[in-house]
């Protein structure tokens, strides 16, 4: 919870820069656009967290040959739940995104300053790539969201765990806990360009002015946004079901 609250300030003052920038210029900013990194990183700090409790409790299983469903469950539904929760953070800081920009709209920019600020094409074109990274965002939360999937697959149900070895467990808990090592990086890696892109794209708007159908894209990106929560969300709801039903009744 603590990293979601800060994830939501970092949030907030982003958005806080953007809109005194869109008070400011109001035909320049693409605020859906310019705070898709910073809002993203709902969907990346927390995954990689939980995932490294994932790969922690799997290597205590390893370590002691123990498993069942009262020591699985809670290690898959925690990664599944925080996804959750940080796909819907991701809508929320996209949705006040968008209604500050729906806000201060401007039909027609002002002809002399339109003049003065041509639209630069470099700093477009960068807007442009660094919304491309919500397609790898969403392979990262792929593989992190499906290994819970992975570890049902394997055979840590209740009903396998019981005739299975100690060694047996151990050796599906060090696979498991590998592909965990590549959603990590993924996670860390994706979390850090993010990062980086995010405060670049305040200092582009901040800076220049972007071609005015970047106006426009922020309502594409905005559908894409919205589109990956809710593949998210329903991911998670299905999965959390799947797993409750593994729990000794």
Do not use: K
Not at 128 to 134: D, G, K, R
Not at 217 to 232: E, K, R
Request: include cysteine; glycine fraction near 8%.
């Amino acid at each position: 919870m603590v990293t979601f609250v800060l994830l939501a300030i970092v949030a907030a003052a982003g958005l806080w820069i953007l809109v005194r920038q869109a008070s400011n210029a109001p035909d320049r900013t693409p605020v859906v656009v310019a705070v898709l990194p910073i809002a993203l990183l709902f969907l990346t700090v927390p995954q990689s967290i939980a995932v490294v409790r994932l790969i922690q409790g799997f290597q205590e299983i390893a370590t002691t040959g123990a498993a069942g469903p009262n020591g699985v469950v809670p290690l898959c539904a925690g990664i599944l739940s925080t996804l959750g929760l940080g796909a819907l953070a991701f809508a929320a800081t996209m949705g006040a995104a968008a209604l500050v920009q729906l806000l201060h709209a401007s039909p027609q920019p002002d002809a002399a300053d339109a003049r003065a600020d041509e639209p630069s094409v470099l700093r477009t074109g960068f807007l442009v790539a660094s919304s491309l990274l919500i397609v790898l965002v969403a392979v990262a939360t792929y593989f992190g969201e499906s290994l819970p999937g992975l570890i049902m697959q394997m055979g840590l149900r209740a009903d396998r765990v019981r005739d299975a070895s100690s060694r047996e467990i151990a050796e599906v808990s060090a696979r498991i806990a590998g592909r965990a090592v590549l959603a990590l990086i993924g996670g860390v890696a994706g979390s850090i360009a993010l990062v980086v892109s995010g405060i670049a794209n305040v200092a582009t708007v901040r800076l220049g002015r972007p071609s005015p159908w970047m106006s426009r894209f922020s309502w594409v990106v905005l559908a894409a946004a919205g589109l990956l929560t809710c593949w998210i969300v329903a991911w998670a709801v299905v999965d959390l079901r799947a797993l409750d039903s593994l729990q000794p009744r």
